[in-house]
């Protein structure tokens, strides 16, 4: 069966982010199942329920023109993860979210692929707003929205299932983006 292209993909130094592929759902699978690395992106799920969360990314790429990209290690051209634009229904902002296997941890690849898919928001689809739903207790991507250059802005609220869930809304205007990424450049 042909492969049918349904977005773009973005190059960095060390990564490609592009839509998601079915030869990356291993790796997603992995990540899924993996109670740590999934703790704070809606809990840990055996393999045949991450088949259905992952086929979400690539159905919000055919239905709304973008999602979550999978990450690629340019070196081993294993996926590592997601990251990207994602807004589903009832959900509290444009955001740009991630969730990363414990493997690439540590490694500046959020913060590399993060300013990627942030430029590419805000100036492909003309967004004038990125949030990150993240949960309080979730130090290290609240650290990684930090670099990002974003705010808390406090309590926020998700949609059903999660509704329950504690979050707190960290964002930037594009204004804001724009002129730390032009201060960065000086």
């Known amino acids: 069966m042909p492969r049918i292209a349904l977005g773009p993909a973005i190059e960095t130094e060390r990564l490609v982010l592009r839509v998601p592929q079915r030869e990356d759902f291993d790796a997603y699978a992995d990540m899924i199942g993996d109670e740590e690395t999934a703790r704070f992106i809606g809990g840990h799920a055996p393999r045949a329920a991450a088949w259905r969360r992952f086929l979400a990314m ?18 081993s051209g294993r996926c590592i993860g997601q990251l990207g634009p994602w807004q589903p229904e009832g959900w509290p902002g444009t955001e740009v979210g991630w969730a990363f296997h414990r493997s690439a941890w540590g490694k500046g690849y ?46 926020g609220k998700l949609p059903a299932p999660f509704a329950d869930e504690p979050i707190e809304i960290w964002a930037q205007t594009r204004e804001q983006w724009q002129a730390r990424r032009r201060a960065a450049s000086d």
């Not at 690539?58 to 070196?75: D, H």
């Open 58 to 75: 690539p159905g919000a790429w055919a239905l709304q023109g973008y999602a979550m990209f999978s990450v690629i290690e340019k070196a």
């Open 110 to 155: 959020a913060t590399e692929a993060g300013f990627a898919a942030i430029d590419w928001a805000f100036t492909e689809l003309g967004w004038s707003e990125v949030i990150h739903s993240i949960h309080p207790d979730n130090r290290a991507s609240q650290a990684l929205a930090q670099r990002l250059g974003s705010n808390n802005r406090g309590p």
